[in-house]
């Protein structure tokens, strides 16, 4: 979409980098059965002139360098498979929810998310935020917590140092649990502050009977986040932190750019 080419932009303006828009054409797919050849061809480029346009305004709009590339096959799969081939930092994917023609595209968001070697934004809102002041960094007590932390560091110190807004979400009454909750807070605050970060924290215990999507979505807008930073995969069964339906509903609904956090693969070892 317009406005995850946007927020493209702005970031590329920070990191002083470059945008390549990705346009990926299914030959098979649902709406190719009742076009000609003739006709798909006329549209294939009519597209890539489109394209090319938007990519030449834009850039001389923003003094950012943006190509433009059209490919056909799967959406996720091409998408992946370009952003590897241009080795890019990130990829930047507009959603439009979960109805209709909107969960088909929001679908292919989350298939790429599920299978991107890099981090994935997702983009839903309309409201598009120069700069960044608030990322919002969500809890659990998976392994891959530090990855995740480290990612919202990274992004921080872009940005200037802008303020992380750790929260953690308990829905057990177990004592152990709730302790190992509350010493991990305890430890990002201290190694965020460390860094010289400004950051916040909140332990949410009672959740109203609300599901932990919908928590986490009230909270970014509690504290205005301007981005929030969730894992896509996890390894951690005790708690249903951005694992499947979570993740999907956050990426799905929010109207805050999402940032997905690949977890770095982990070697196997046997030990004999």
Same mark, same amino acid.
């Given at each position: 979409?317009?406005?995850?080419?946007?927020?493209?932009?702005?970031?590329?303006?920070?990191?002083?980098?470059?945008?390549?828009?990705?346009?990926?054409?299914?030959?098979?797919?649902?709406?190719?059965?009742?076009?000609?050849?003739?006709?798909?061809?006329?549209?294939?480029?009519?597209?890539?002139?489109?394209?090319?346009?938007?990519?030449?305004?834009?850039?001389?709009?923003?003094?950012?360098?943006?190509?433009?590339?059209?490919?056909?096959?799967?959406?996720?799969?091409?998408?992946?498979?370009?952003?590897?081939?241009?080795?890019?930092?990130?990829?930047?994917?507009?959603?439009?929810?979960?109805?209709?023609?909107? =969960?088909?595209?929001?679908?292919?968001?989350?298939?790429?998310?599920?299978?991107?070697?890099?981090?994935?934004?997702?983009? =839903?809102?309309?409201?598009?935020?120069?700069?960044?002041?608030?990322?919002?960094?969500?809890?659990?007590?998976?392994?891959?917590?530090?990855?995740?932390?480290? =990612?919202?560091?990274?992004?921080?110190?872009?940005?200037?140092?802008?303020?992380?807004?750790?929260?953690?979400?308990?829905?057990?009454?177990?004592?152990?649990?709730?302790?190992?909750?509350?010493?991990?807070?305890?430890?990002?605050?201290?190694?965020?502050?460390? =860094?010289?970060?400004?950051?916040?924290?909140?332990?949410?215990?009672?959740?109203?009977?609300?599901?932990?999507?919908?928590?986490?979505?009230?909270?970014?807008?509690?504290?205005?986040?301007?981005?929030?930073?969730?894992?896509?995969?996890?390894?951690?069964?005790?708690?249903?932190?951005?694992?499947?339906?979570?993740?999907?509903?956050?990426?799905?609904?929010?109207?805050?750019?999402?940032?997905?956090?690949?977890?770095?693969?982990?070697?196997?070892?046997?030990?004999?």
């Amino acid at each position: 979409t317009l406005v995850a080419l946007d927020q493209a932009i702005n970031l590329a303006k920070v990191i002083n980098g470059e945008i390549t828009i990705v346009n990926v054409i299914e030959d098979y797919g649902f709406f190719n059965k009742y076009i000609s050849s003739t006709e798909r061809d006329d549209m294939v480029k009519r597209t890539t002139e489109k394209m090319s346009k938007l990519a030449a305004e834009k850039s001389q709009e923003s003094g950012i360098h943006i190509n433009s590339m059209l490919s056909h096959g799967k959406i996720y799969e091409k998408i992946n498979e370009v952003a590897e081939m241009i080795g890019a930092t990130l990829i930047m994917m507009g959603t439009s929810g979960s109805m209709g023609l909107m =969960k088909f595209i929001g679908s292919n968001t989350l298939r790429v998310v599920r299978e991107s070697k890099i981090p994935v934004i997702s983009v =839903k809102g309309t409201d598009i935020k120069p700069g960044l002041d608030n990322i919002l960094l969500p809890l659990d007590l998976s392994k891959e917590t530090k990855e995740k932390v480290a =990612k919202a560091i990274w992004l921080s110190k872009l940005y200037g140092g802008v303020k992380v807004s750790v929260v953690s979400v308990a829905y057990t009454s177990d004592k152990t649990l709730l302790a190992k909750m509350k010493k991990q807070e305890a430890q990002v605050i201290n190694f965020l502050q460390g =860094k010289g970060i400004i950051a916040t924290s909140e332990f949410i215990r009672d959740s109203g009977g609300k599901k932990l999507a919908d928590l986490i979505l009230d909270y970014a807008k509690k504290v205005d986040a301007g981005l929030i930073m969730i894992m896509t995969q996890q390894e951690n069964d005790i708690t249903d932190m951005f694992i499947g339906s979570a993740a999907q509903a956050i990426i799905n609904n929010s109207e805050i750019p999402v940032m997905s956090v690949v977890p770095v693969p982990k070697k196997l070892t046997a030990v004999l």
